[in-house]
C-alpha cells in the first residue's frame, strides 16, 4: 500500500461527504429511498461508523493484538432512542469531521511499518490498520454516492 497515496484518499473522502451533505436541504435529508435509508439516515450512520473508526484506530496503534468490536449498523439505524429516523444532522455532521480531522492527524505520523499492527474483528477476524485504511478511506465516498442516487 502506497500509505500516502492512501492518506490522500481518505483525505479527499472526508472533504468530498462533508461537502456534500453540509448543503443538503431538509428536504432532500428526508426524500425516501426504495433502497434503504435515506439521507438523514445515512448522515448518522456515517458519523456512528466513523466514531467507531476513531477508537479501533487507536487501539491498533497503542494495543496491537487488540480486540476490535463489531456492531449491528442495522439496529443501529432502527433504534428509536438513537433517532437515526428523526434527529438533526448537524451534530452528526461535526461528529464525522471532528473524528476524522482527528484520525487524519494520525494517519500522517504512521510509519508504513505501522501498517502491519493488527488486532481481532469480532465479526471479520485479523484486521490490520491497513485493513482500516482502506475500509475508511471508501466509506465516506461510498455512502455520498448512495446520497446523491436518492
Do not use: C
Request: no cysteine; aromatic share 8%.
Amino acid at each position: 500500500m502506497d500509505l500516502n497515496g492512501a492518506i490522500k484518499d481518505y483525505e479527499l473522502a472526508t472533504k468530498e461527504f462533508y461537502e456534500l451533505v453540509v448543503g443538503l436541504s431538509a428536504e432532500a435529508l428526508d426524500k425516501p429511498s426504495p433502497d434503504g435509508w435515506n439521507a438523514r439516515q445515512v448522515i448518522h450512520h456515517v458519523a456512528d461508523s466513523e466514531a467507531q473508526s476513531y477508537a479501533r484506530l487507536r487501539r491498533l496503534i497503542a494495543e496491537p493484538g487488540t480486540v476490535i468490536q463489531g456492531y449491528d449498523e442495522s439496529a443501529w439505524g432502527e433504534n428509536q432512542t438513537l433517532g437515526y429516523k428523526e434527529l438533526p444532522v448537524e451534530n452528526s455532521i461535526s461528529v464525522f469531521k471532528a473524528v476524522r480531522s482527528s484520525s487524519l492527524d494520525l494517519l500522517k505520523r504512521l510509519k508504513p511499518e505501522q501498517l502491519a499492527n493488527s488486532g481481532t474483528h469480532t465479526e471479520s477476524g485479523n484486521y490490520t490498520i491497513e485493513m482500516w485504511l482502506q475500509t475508511y478511506a471508501n466509506h465516506p465516498k461510498d455512502h455520498a454516492d448512495q446520497i446523491r442516487k436518492i
